[in-house]
């Protein structure tokens, strides 16, 4: 038998190499796709693991300050911290930081935010008459902040030469508008009276008041946003240097921290640039005033430890129309500007324009000395988050009222602040005041309706911190640090990011703005209640000030089975001890852009955090890896299948001969079986050396011990290819050797066409023609479930940029899977149609030789090659989908025209594919003359 063997496969040299080919590059095939998978995996897992931790591995919360929206879509909106001012008492903290599984626990409390008083300062010395010996300019700011542009109330600069400006302090207090000039005509008091006295209201001795209390309060501002009286006339005296300064206020978030914790956590202390970091025994302490350093009349304040960041947290930039007044005699402006008529004297000078100012308001943060500034705690703020509805085009933020202006009203100094014109703008949180006691101010603390209140604390600073000097995290992994990073947004649309002139969205000064700012001071826990029990009201933050904890568990290392156990631990401990407070588990998370739709139609893209990437990664990949496995498995055995089918059917007058002579079934079996196992042998030792050496070239990481494994697969897939067509070979009868391969028809009838005639021709051999078909139809169906598989993959990681990154590695295996499935069968069905044409050579001889012309012939094969494509493709197209409508919504989700479409694309590419095939047989045939075929037959 084995000579037989031996003897067939030399008889018939070009079939078996035909088939020993296409063993190898089925084998061949499916080693090295199977080590771009395995590499693929390889890598995307190693992409997971390396980017899975993030800051923190558990987020906790207040009781229901997780939204609608981040509970369905399974996220951590970007900016969640700036909304929730307490929630969570002391006593939860403490029984959660006791925890055995934690190895972090860090809080953060917000506070509010301090109004921090400062000045803008334009320079408009470029702008200066170096001639005259006084004079006056106006400016007309606008203040652009973000998509928002706001009016700033007109500004005055009044210019001396003759004298310098003296400012004189007064008992009373200190007030930068008492500044006097002398004149030849007299002293003057050159800014009063424009920015503080336009009634002309006169002291006792004649000269301006002090005293708010003694000013008459007809005119005083209904809001802090009243234009005329933002307007401000700065004096000053030199020789051609001159700036406007704009009294404004930057709203400063102040928020507590467990200094240990948190330098656990992101590494705080590294980040400190000056003085030196919170510790642990930092509290509250009791002593002078900050700015006086001395006690006053015994009295001593309350002084809370803080820690400050260099950088302000707030963007926006003031420009300004510069004009030259007309004042008429330089030398009568003292005159007119110290006296009560100076306000209406300005405002209705005419002015001509001579330039443009600007000044950036981080500016005015950076040069202000924040160790004495003036912080005015008496008077707080806290907002509450952005509210969101789903729309087509993402979520929608929903605006809201306009907040109460009267919390820019300070008590205890009975004058408005001057509140930032970004105020006046779209508000999307609610923003509440809070105005401190004033049992400090009447020694009444604790015997008054202000009862276990406590007196406004002084803020006393102990260091700087730098927030981009914290511990870095993975850019793929990474979740709300709200109290380090500014938040930003991009825009999503080519109009909105016109609008931003390609710059990112930042926070401004606008308290009920989309963003807000993100701490800019820290203070220790066991200070935060110096702060909230100084309010007149109580709040939430008395009892409970913690705003959320952020935790790591002790032993994790990223998303792998044990680590993800210890974080359930840790979960199911938090709920036991705190029931009723949010959890979100985030290791393994990633950002997730979302459209958002701003007022106007504006869209932004913001990062907000999706939970559970990198796990869905990882079950995605493996479900997805097997499915590439077995399906290309699959078509390299229908593939082998195949040829082994045809060339069993181009056999079958040898066999029916061999039935004749007394051949056994059981022989005929093994004979078949043996050509195939041997064929086999050499193809696979021949392709371990090429998957070898291809794996090497293509750097796919094939070890030697896999790429043998051609040598195993190749034989497998001989005998399961091999299987039915020997058994089909021992169904073939004796008289099969004289019987044509044809299924015996009826009446027939005229065929008027070449098409017609190569529709005859498929359907005169129904079984050569499905097992064309079939190869192709499975390839097609193949390549579309393949399609499928990686959508659904796809579409399962994507949206988050861990997983946009490791679609973009999986890509190539992905699509190397599909490739491979549509060649093979198309490669197939390739084979059968040039067997047929081998086994209908003396048919196509006695067209030739009735004369046909080699053109006819080829049009006849060509269409028949059609015909059968077409079959095979479309069948294949609508197998494939009908599978994966039965494997579920999973895979066809969204994607139902996309694989329709692949279906019918995989359709095309075949029967392109196979009608370029073609060619080379049918030129093949063409040249054998129909004597030598008639001859064969």
């Excluded at 063993?23 to 590499?39: C, E, G, Y």
């Amino acid at each position: 038998m084995t000579a037989l063997i031996w003897s067939q496969l030399r008889r018939r040299f070009g079939r078996a190499l035909a088939l020993a080919a296409g063993i190898l590059v089925a084998a061949t095939s499916f080693t090295l796709l199977t080590s771009a998978v395995r590499t693929s995996r390889a890598e995307t897992v190693g992409t997971v693991n390396a980017n899975a931790r993030s800051a923190y591995d558990i987020l906790v919360r207040p009781p229901g300050t997780t939204t609608e929206l981040e509970r369905q879509k399974g996220l951590v909106e970007a900016d969640f911290l700036s909304g929730i001012f307490g929630g969570i008492t002391l006593d939860q903290y403490e029984k959660i930081k006791n925890l055995p599984q934690l190895d972090v626990a860090a809080p953060i409390a917000n506070i509010g935010y301090i109004p921090l008083k400062s000045t803008i300062k334009i320079d408009v010395s470029a702008f200066v008459d170096g001639t005259a010996p006084a004079q006056l300019l106006r400016l007309r700011p606008a203040l652009s902040a973000g998509l928002s542009r706001y009016p700033v109330a007109d500004q005055y600069v009044y210019l001396t030469r003759t004298d310098p400006i003296k400012v004189v302090g007064n008992p009373g207090g200190f007030y930068y508008d008492l500044q006097r000039e002398t004149a030849p005509g007299g002293k003057y008091w050159v800014c009063w009276y424009y920015n503080r006295d336009a009634a002309g209201v006169t002291g006792k001795d004649g000269g301006p008041l002090t005293s708010l209390d003694d000013l008459d309060r007809e005119g005083r501002p209904k809001t802090p946003f009243t234009a005329a009286t933002r307007s401000r006339l700065t004096c000053q005296a030199g020789p051609n240097h001159a700036y406007a300064e704009i009294p404004t206020v930057f709203p400063v978030l102040l928020s507590a921290i467990d200094p240990v914790q948190e330098d656990r956590l992101v590494g705080l202390h590294g980040a400190v640039t000056s003085g030196r970091m919170l510790t642990a025994s930092d509290k509250p302490y009791w002593g002078p005033d900050t700015v006086a350093q001395e006690l006053v009349d015994g009295q001593r304040n309350l002084h809370v430890p803080v820690l400050l960041s260099d950088h302000v947290m707030s963007s926006g930039r003031l420009t300004a129309t510069v004009e030259r007044l007309d004042s008429g005699d330089p030398r009568r402006l003292p005159a007119r500007l110290g006296g009560p008529g100076a306000r209406a004297f300005v405002d209705g000078l005419h002015g001509t324009p001579v330039g443009q100012a600007s000044a950036d308001l981080a500016d005015a943060y950076d040069n202000t000395d924040l160790a004495v500034a003036a912080w005015s705690t008496g008077a707080y703020m806290t907002v509450g988050p952005v509210r969101y509805r789903s729309s087509a085009g993402g979520f929608t933020a929903v605006p809201r009222p306009p907040a109460d202006p009267h919390m820019w009203f300070i008590p205890d100094d009975e004058d408005w602040l001057p509140a930032p014109e970004e105020n006046t703008g779209t508000q999307f949180r609610d923003v509440t005041g809070w105005t401190s006691t004033r049992c400090a101010l009447e020694n009444t603390c604790g015997g008054t309706p202000d009862d276990s209140r406590t007196e406004t604390p002084i803020l006393r600073f102990v260091g700087r911190f730098d927030s981009a000097k914290v511990h870095g995290f993975s850019a793929l992994s990474r979740v709300p640090m709200e109290t380090y990073e500014s938040p930003q947004v991009t825009g999503a649309d080519a109009a909105t990011r016109a609008a931003l002139g390609d710059r990112p969205l930042r926070p401004d000064r606008n308290l009920g703005g989309y963003l807000s700012q993100p701490p800019t001071m820290l203070t220790t826990l066991s200070s935060a209640a110096a702060m909230t029990m100084s309010r007149h009201n109580p709040s939430v933050q008395d009892k409970a000030p913690v705003s959320a904890i952020r935790i790591r568990v002790a032993g994790v290392t990223g998303v792998d089975p044990v680590s993800r156990a210890r974080v359930n631990a840790a979960v199911a401990a938090i709920h036991r001890a705190c029931p009723t407070l949010d959890i979100d588990v985030t290791v393994g998370s990633s950002p997730a852009p979302q459209t958002v739709i701003l007022p106007g139609n504006a869209k932004v893209s913001e990062g907000w955090t999706s939970k559970g990437v990198a796990l869905r990664i990882l079950r995605g990949v493996d479900t997805k890896s097997a499915v590439l496995f077995v399906l290309v498995l699959v078509v390299c055995g229908i593939f082998l299948g195949q040829s082994a089918l045809a060339s069993v059917r181009s056999r079958r007058t040898e066999i029916g001969i061999l039935r004749c002579l007394g051949w056994r079934t059981r022989d005929i079996f093994i004979a078949i079986l043996g050509e195939l196992l041997a064929v086999g042998l050499i193809a696979g030792a021949l392709g371990s050396l090429l998957a070898y050496g291809l794996g090497a070239l293509l750097h796919l990481h094939t070890r030697p011990l896999h790429a043998a494994l051609v040598l195993p697969v190749a034989v497998l897939l001989a005998l399961a290819a091999g299987a039915l067509p020997a058994w089909r070979a021992t169904r073939v009868e004796p008289l099969d050797a004289v019987r044509p391969p044809v299924v015996p028809s009826g009446r027939s009838r005229p065929v008027r066409s070449l098409a017609g005639m190569a529709l005859r021709n498929l359907t005169r051999v129904p079984g050569r023609t499905v097992l064309g078909a079939a190869g192709l139809a499975l390839g097609v169906a193949a390549f579309t479930i393949l399609l499928a598989v990686t959508l659904a993959f796809q579409g399962e990681v994507t949206g988050s940029l861990l997983g946009n990154a490791v679609v973009a590695q999986a890509r190539a295996a992905d699509y190397l899977s599909v490739a491979l499935s549509l060649l093979l069968g198309a490669a197939g069905a390739v084979d059968v149609l040039v067997l047929s044409q081998r086994e209908r050579a003396g048919d196509l001889a006695v067209l030739r030789a009735t004369g046909w012309t080699s053109r006819d012939l080829a049009r006849l094969t060509l269409y028949e090659g059609i015909g059968l494509a077409l079959l095979g493709s479309l069948t294949g197209s609508v197998l494939g989908v009908g599978v994966i409508a039965a494997l579920g919504s999973d895979l066809l989700g969204g994607h139902i025209l996309m694989l329709v479409a692949a279906g019918l694309i995989g359709a095309l590419a075949a029967l392109l594919l196979i009608t370029a095939t073609l060619v080379i047989p049918i030129r093949a045939l063409n040249r054998i003359a129909p004597a030598s075929l008639l001859a064969a037959r």
